[in-house]
C-alpha cells in the first residue's frame, strides 16, 4: 500500500473472542486487488477479553493494509461494523464476517463491474459451507439491474457497496440489540440506490456455519425479533419497483421471516414462547400481511397460516401448525353467544383454509375431557363478524349459527366446542377447536341458568352452564349489585 495510491476498496471485519476464525479472515480479506488502487482491511475488535487483541496485532504486523481498531463491547455486530465504515476510505465497501471467508482474489473484479455499471450495490454470488443456505436462485446468472423479488432473498450483507452512496443516505446497521440488522441495512440501500446489481460470474464469498465467535449468534426473544421482521419491511413499503413485483418480494420475505416458523414442530417449543411468537406475529400479518394483500401470492397453507394469526387466537394458529398440508380444515371463531329460552345460541364465523373450497354443512362436538357428549347441526348464514381483507385470506367464508339446548349442557360443568365442515364434494375436515373472539366472552343469569363462556389461555371456547340452587343465588346476588 503506497500514499499515493487510492484506496479503491475497504473490507469491514467485525470480531469478538475469534481467535480461531480472524486468522483465515484476514488473510482472505488480505489477498484482495485491485488493478488502479489499494485495498484496506478494518478489524473491529468489539472488546474481545480472550487472546484475540494479540492474534490481531500479529496479524496487522504481518499483512500490509490490515488496521484494527478496538472498542468497549456492544454485543451485536451493528456497532462493529458502523465503526468500520466511518474509518473506511475506499471508494467501495466490503462486509465480511470473521467465521467467513472470500473465495481467493475476487473483488477487484466486482469493483470493476461497479465501476462500468455505475451500481451503487452489487450482489456477489455467495456459496454456503457446513449447511449454511444462501438461495442459489439469487445468483441464477447476472442482472445489471437486480430483480427485487431475487433481491430480498439475499438478506446477507456481504456485498459490495458504494462507500460515497452509503455517505450520503446516511446507511448505517442498527446499533442496538435486535434481530435482521442485515435485512435492514441491505433494504434500505434497496431502495435508495441509483442501482442495484447481481454479479454471478464465479462464487466470491463462503458462508460458513457461524459458531460461538460470531457476535449476533445468540438466541433473542420474539419482541426483538418481531421488531426486526417490521424495520426490515418498512424500506419495502415503497420503492422504484414495479407494485406487484415489489408486493410479491415482501410476501416472499414475510413468508420466510414469519409464516414458515408456523409449523408441526411449533407446538414443542415452550408455551409462553409459543405464545409470544403468536402474539408478535399476529400484530404483523395486521400491519403488513393484510393492507398489502401478500396472502394472494401464498400457497393454501400460508393463506390458513395469515387467517389464523389475523384472528389473534392461538387455538387456530396451533390448530394449523399441527396439520400442515396433510388434511383440509375449516377455521371458527365465535363472535356472539346468546341466551334464548332455555337454549343457548353461538354465533361465529367459519373459514375454509388448506384444501376446502366451499363449505356446504358445520357440525358443532360438545366435548368434555376430550369425549364427545352431544353434535348438533349448524345453520349456515350471510351474517358474520369479519368481512375485508381477513376474509379473502380464506378459501370461502360464511357466517353460522348453532343453538344447543341447556339440558345439553346441565351437570357437565366446562365443556368445550369443535367443528367439523362438510365441502362440496361431500368431504368432511377432521374436528378442530373452535375460538372465541374477544367480545363474544359472556356471563349471562336467566330464569336461574347461569351461563359463561370464556377462552382458554390458548383462545378456544369453554362454555359453563349451571342451573338450580347455586345459579339462582348467584343472579339474586347480581341484582343486588
Not at 449476533?216 to 406487484?244: C, M, V, Y
Amino acid at each position: 500500500m503506497t500514499e499515493k495510491s487510492p484506496v479503491r476498496l475497504s473490507i469491514v471485519i467485525p470480531v469478538f473472542n475469534s481467535p480461531q476464525h480472524v486468522r483465515t479472515a484476514v488473510a482472505s480479506a488480505a489477498a484482495q486487488t485491485c488493478e488502479d488502487g489499494d485495498v484496506e482491511v478494518i478489524v473491529v475488535d468489539d472488546g474481545s477479553t480472550d487472546e484475540t487483541p494479540t492474534v490481531l496485532d500479529e496479524l496487522a504486523a504481518e499483512y500490509r493494509g490490515v488496521r484494527v481498531i478496538r472498542q468497549e463491547n456492544s454485543g451485536w455486530a451493528g456497532a462493529p461494523r458502523n465503526t468500520g465504515l466511518a474509518a473506511a476510505r475506499g471508494d467501495y465497501v466490503f462486509f465480511h464476517d470473521v467465521d467467513d471467508r472470500l473465495n481467493g482474489d475476487c473483488l477487484g473484479n466486482a469493483v470493476a463491474y461497479a465501476d462500468e455499471k455505475l451500481s451503487d450495490v452489487v450482489l456477489v454470488r455467495l456459496e454456503g459451507r457446513g449447511g449454511r443456505h444462501t438461495h442459489d436462485d439469487v445468483f441464477a446468472d447476472t442482472q445489471e439491474v437486480g430483480d427485487i423479488r431475487r433481491l430480498v432473498r439475499s438478506n446477507f450483507c456481504f456485498k459490495l457497496f458504494r462507500r460515497s452512496f452509503l455517505v450520503a443516505n446516511d446507511l448505517t446497521f442498527p446499533a442496538e440489540r435486535i434481530r435482521l440488522e442485515d435485512a435492514q441495512f441491505c433494504f434500505r440501500a434497496y431502495a435508495l440506490a441509483g442501482k442495484v446489481s447481481i454479479l454471478s460470474d464465479r462464487t466470491y464469498y463462503f458462508v460458513c456455519d457461524h459458531g460461538g465467535g460470531h457476535i449476533s449468534q445468540s438466541r433473542t426473544e420474539p419482541r426483538l425479533h418481531a421488531e426486526g421482521i417490521r424495520e426490515s419491511l418498512r424500506p419495502l413499503e415503497s420503492g422504484p419497483w414495479e407494485d406487484a413485483l415489489r408486493r410479491e418480494a415482501v410476501a416472499d420475505f414475510f413468508r420466510r421471516v414469519t409464516l414458515n416458523r408456523f409449523n408441526d414442530t411449533f407446538h414443542t417449543r415452550r408455551v409462553e414462547v409459543r405464545l409470544a411468537w403468536i402474539a408478535e406475529s399476529t400484530r404483523l400479518v395486521r400491519e403488513f400481511c393484510l393492507p398489502e394483500r401478500l396472502f394472494e401470492f401464498y400457497s393454501p397453507l400460508n393463506r390458513a397460516r395469515v387467517w389464523s394469526l389475523a384472528s389473534g387466537i392461538p387455538a387456530l394458529v396451533e390448530a394449523v401448525a399441527r396439520r400442515g398440508n396433510r388434511s383440509r380444515a375449516v377455521l371458527n371463531v365465535v363472535d356472539r353467544v346468546q341466551v334464548r329460552g332455555f337454549a343457548v345460541v353461538v354465533e361465529g364465523t367459519a373459514a375454509a383454509v388448506l384444501a376446502t373450497r366451499e363449505i356446504t354443512g358445520l357440525d358443532i362436538q360438545v366435548r368434555k375431557d376430550g369425549e364427545e357428549l352431544a353434535l348438533f347441526g349448524a345453520e349456515l348464514t350471510d351474517e358474520r363478524a369479519g368481512g375485508g381483507d381477513v376474509d379473502r385470506a380464506a378459501n370461502a367464508v360464511t357466517g353460522f349459527r348453532v343453538t344447543i339446548p341447556v339440558k345439553a349442557l346441565l351437570s357437565q360443568g366446562t365443556v368445550k366446542l369443535y367443528a367439523r365442515a362438510t365441502d362440496d364434494e361431500g368431504r368432511t375436515t377432521g374436528f378442530i377447536r373452535i375460538g372465541l373472539a374477544e367480545s363474544a366472552r359472556v356471563r349471562r343469569r336467566h330464569w336461574g341458568v347461569s351461563i359463561e363462556s370464556s377462552p382458554t389461555k390458548y383462545g378456544g371456547m369453554n362454555l359453563h352452564v349451571r342451573t338450580g340452587a347455586k345459579a339462582l343465588v348467584g343472579q339474586v346476588l347480581g341484582r343486588r349489585r
